[in-house]
């Protein structure tokens, strides 16, 4: 199996950067500025049950560029493969998002069980 972590950002942005950790280990940062990000996360995983925490940092910088809630950073991890250059999340495990409404930095733990 292959698991993948994809993020997406909504123009014109959330203005929320996102820390990644798997197993209290920090995998990387996704920056607001950031429009997509697409990563195989198979090799931080252990057969069984695994811990991922994503924590959202409201980042604004002069003024906020949106404040709806239809302007989203969402973050979907699960199974997939790689097919003519495209990762396609068959099952997704994980969905969550954070919209640009939203003003308080957040961190939610997620348990992926891993085959």
Known sequence: RRYFLATEHT???TQYDLAIFINAQWIREVKA????????????????????????TKRIVGD?????????????????NVGGGHVMID?????TARSAADIEDRTEEFVVEAR
């Not at 500025?33 to 924590?55: C, D």
């Open 11 to 13: 123009p014109p942005g």
């Open 91 to 95: 099952v997704p495990l994980v969905e």
């Open 64 to 80: 906020r560029l949106a404040y709806g809630s239809d302007v989203q950073l969402k973050v979907v991890i699960g199974e997939g």
């Open 33 to 56: 500025n950031e429009p997509q990000l697409v990563m195989e996360i198979t090799r931080y995983l252990r057969p069984g049950p695994n811990k991922v925490t994503l924590a959202a």
